[in-house]
């Protein structure tokens, strides 16, 4: 039940590019991006609806295949900033409200 | 508009005793969930509260139990402590249920001795 990410770690130059993937076993009716970095809290970065919508920030992009029941999150250009690691959340079309995490993929952008 | 807000911040216990944790949710948002984080378990879902009644349950023990009181602020309870029970707890809010974001408070860190 819980979503599948790949690749688990990931280090990366500024300025490089670097996709993060979430898949799911079960129909989905939306899929929440979040970041974290040590010590704080997931901060939200995208939310993709069933059905085609996106809200999220302007710098990260992502995409979602409602046929395979997966979701990629892009990041370009990648800046220090975006070191964390980062959860993708799946709400299932059986459980709407109920929220359930990956494991997480940890980024790392290097100077 | 203020975020999230979780009290305490940090809590040590010890086995066998009780602990009960609180969360304000944004104004406006009548959604809570709860969720256990630990380094080996990752994120956990706990439950959700929507306007006072659980939506949603997780995999957890009846040992851990919420309540949502009318103004929507949320209340966890961890009864009879483990050392495995140790973990940031964290509390998120949104303003209905279903394909809604999803915004975090800072968390509760519990250290059980």
């Known amino acids: 039940q819980q979503p599948v990410q790949s690749p688990q770690a990931v280090i990366l130059r500024e300025g490089e590019d670097a996709v993060i993937n979430c898949s799911s076993s079960?129909?989905?009716?939306?899929v929440h991006w979040y970041r974290q970095k040590h010590g704080e809290a997931p901060v939200f970065l995208m939310i993709?609806?069933?059905?085609?919508e996106q809200k999220g920030h302007e710098k990260i992009s992502a995409s979602f295949n409602e046929k395979k029941q997966q979701s990629s999150l892009y990041l370009t250009a990648s800046q220090l900033s975006y070191s964390g690691t980062y959860f993708c959340?799946?709400?299932?079309?059986?459980?709407?409200?109920?929220?359930?995490f990956g494991q997480g993929t940890t980024l790392q952008v290097k100077p | 508009k203020a975020g999230v807000t979780q009290t305490p911040r940090y809590l040590i216990k010890t086995r066998g005793q009780q602990v009960t944790l609180s969360c304000s949710p944004i104004?406006?948002?009548?959604?809570v969930s709860w969720y256990q984080q630990t380094p080996g378990q990752g994120l956990q879902f706990l439950f959700e509260?929507?306007?006072?009644?659980?939506?949603n349950k997780g995999n957890f023990p009846g040992r851990f139990s919420g309540r949502q009181f009318s103004n929507s602020r949320s209340e966890m309870n961890v009864s009879t402590l483990e050392l495995g029970d140790s973990a940031l707890y964290l509390c998120?809010?949104?303003?209905?249920?279903?394909?809604?974001?999803?915004?975090f408070g800072p968390g509760t860190r519990l250290l059980v001795l």
């Open positions: 998120a809010s949104r303003r209905g249920t279903g394909q809604e974001t999803q915004y």
């Open positions: 079960k129909a989905l009716y939306s």
């Open positions: 993709l609806l069933k059905g085609g």
């Open positions: 959340g799946t709400e299932g079309l059986s459980d709407t409200g109920k929220l359930i």
């Open positions: 104004s406006g948002h009548r959604s």
């Open positions: 509260y929507f306007s006072e009644t659980q939506r």
